[in-house]
């Protein structure tokens, strides 16, 4: 059968691109890929935490682009259910709103006057999540009255209703359909939470009336959780079209480094366009949290790869050790270094986590031959001891983890006995790590032949 949806193919290839999905996500928590750099996790989600592993973020990325494809899959197979099992199981009060969304979807693939008419009478004697899931489906299924039903309902009382009524308004991704999620966005009265929706459906339509709809929200006296949502969906847009507004935002003195920290971070997923803007203000924003939101955005946008020597020269001359951790974690997405000089740096650092960060991005370096003689010699003589006392002692157990991941990206003989002391002589949980990674190690050093 041929979807009609984003994501169409014939029926088989689609089957098999979900199992190949699967298969990805299972290889990347089965097989820790320790020697690849990951994608740092945001500083402003919590500045005391470290960021995920590469298997983390994949698995994650993964484990949604499966379950994108197999709710689409679902929604359109209409030989998943005979239609009185999916028409009962949806009107079921007591199905769980994530089947209930599901069947929902069905119905609207349907799209027959049978479906709309069970949508329509879940809207009128449904559970909250009932109606919700019919709202929903009404904007997927294209029915000819979804844009006056949906209107009526973004005045339901139920929150849930009306975020639903807010994703069918997006679903049909019509400009009228567009102007009433705007209104909806623009109300003071409306609740923090359905405005903040709104702003996000926004960001995802991805058209010209959605963008101008977010820059126009973006000029309003709005709440900072609003704004911030506004600003987010705005990193979803190219930086050409978005540029004056994250550049007012952050020169504004009113606002402060949180909101701008977040502003910024929305710019890891537009184009490569968004780049010198993240390098300058990880130079000179005057808030360290801004600065490296900005260092964690540059590495983490899709485009990077290229800016090393950027980021190398950042890291000598930034003062704060929270903004050089997101700019060695930066770099280690990069296809270079960074220079010696951003090496050497690496050296010197005393605050434990950017130690450890520094660690982890010179052992890359290693591994990839990017490495000067003389750091190479500084890693074992400096980094090899250090990184054994984190690993075995009792301190913070991310950046234990981080210590063991930095002798197995090394791929050296004297980083792999290291591990095998930890392997021997840590608690349970780091010492299985260890010898997990050291069990790869041949695969990591015969990958540099």
Request: proline share 4%; net charge negative; aromatic share 6%.
């Given at each position: ?27 990347v928590?089965?097989?820790w ?14 500045a005391?935490r ?6 983390d973020?994949?698995?994650?990325a ?9 709710e ?20 079921d ?34 559970t909250?999540?009932?109606r919700?899931?019919?709202a ?10 979804a ?6 309902m ?20 019509t ?8 209104q ?33 929200a ?5 709440d ?5 949502a506004?600003?987010?969906?705005l ?12 550049r ?6 009113a606002?402060?480094?949180?909101l ?59 003062s ?19 220079g ?8 010197g ?7 450890i960060?520094?660690?982890n ?26 990184l ?12 234990r983890?981080?210590?063991?991941f ?14 095998g ?26 990958s540099?032949?």
């Amino acid at each position: 059968m041929q979807g009609n949806g984003p994501f169409s193919f014939l029926l088989p290839p689609r089957l098999a691109f979900i199992a190949l999905a699967a298969v990805a996500a299972w290889v990347v928590l089965g097989h820790w890929n320790a020697g690849a750099p990951q994608a740092p996790a945001s500083p402003s989600a919590d500045a005391h935490r470290w960021s995920s592993e590469l298997a983390d973020e994949l698995s994650r990325a993964t484990g949604d682009l499966v379950s994108r494809y197999l709710e689409q899959f679902l929604a359109e197979d209409e030989a998943a259910s005979t239609d009185p099992e999916l028409i009962g199981r949806f009107l079921d009060p007591q199905a769980s709103a994530r089947q209930q969304r599901l069947d929902g979807w069905q119905l609207a693939a349907r799209g027959d006057d049978e479906a709309h008419a069970v949508l329509l009478q879940a809207l009128r004697t449904g559970t909250p999540a009932q109606r919700a899931a019919a709202a929903e489906a009404l904007g997927r299924g294209r029915f000819a009255d979804a844009l006056a039903v949906l209107r009526e309902m973004l005045a339901d009382t139920d929150p849930s209703v009306v975020k639903g009524a807010l994703s069918g308004l997006a679903g049909l991704r019509t400009d009228a359909a567009t102007r009433l999620l705007e209104q909806v966005l623009a109300d003071p009265s409306a609740a923090p939470e359905i405005r903040i929706r709104s702003a996000a459906l926004l960001g995802e339509i991805g058209s010209a009336a959605a963008l101008q709809a977010l820059k126009s929200a973006a000029a309003l006296s709005l709440d900072e959780d609003t704004l911030a949502a506004v600003m987010d969906g705005l990193g979803n847009y190219r930086f050409h079209d978005t540029a004056g507004v994250f550049r007012n935002l952050l020169a504004d003195p009113a606002r402060d480094a949180r909101l701008k920290a977040e502003a910024t971070e929305a710019l890891a997923r537009s184009d490569q366009a968004a780049l010198p803007f993240l390098l300058e203000t990880a130079a000179v924003a005057a808030d360290p949290e801004v600065r490296a939101s900005a260092a964690w955005a540059a590495g983490a946008n899709a485009h990077t790869g290229r800016i090393g020597p950027e980021l190398g020269r950042l890291l000598v001359h930034e003062s704060d050790s929270e903004v050089r951790r997101r700019l060695y974690e930066s770099l280690m997405l990069q296809q270079d270094s960074g220079g010696t000089a951003a090496l050497q740096q690496a050296f010197g650092e005393t605050e434990p986590a950017a130690r450890i960060a520094g660690a982890n991005a010179v052992a890359l370096a290693i591994r990839r031959d990017l490495a000067d003689a003389a750091s190479i010699a500084r890693f074992h003589g400096e980094h090899l001891p250090d990184l054994m006392t984190t690993a075995l002692g009792g301190g913070d157990r991310n950046l234990r983890y981080r210590a063991v991941f930095a002798l197995v990206r090394a791929g050296t003989d004297e980083a792999a006995a290291v591990l095998g002391s930890i392997a021997a002589h840590g608690d349970r949980e780091i010492a299985a790590l260890a010898a997990r990674g050291l069990s790869q190690y041949s695969h990591f050093q015969d990958s540099n032949r």
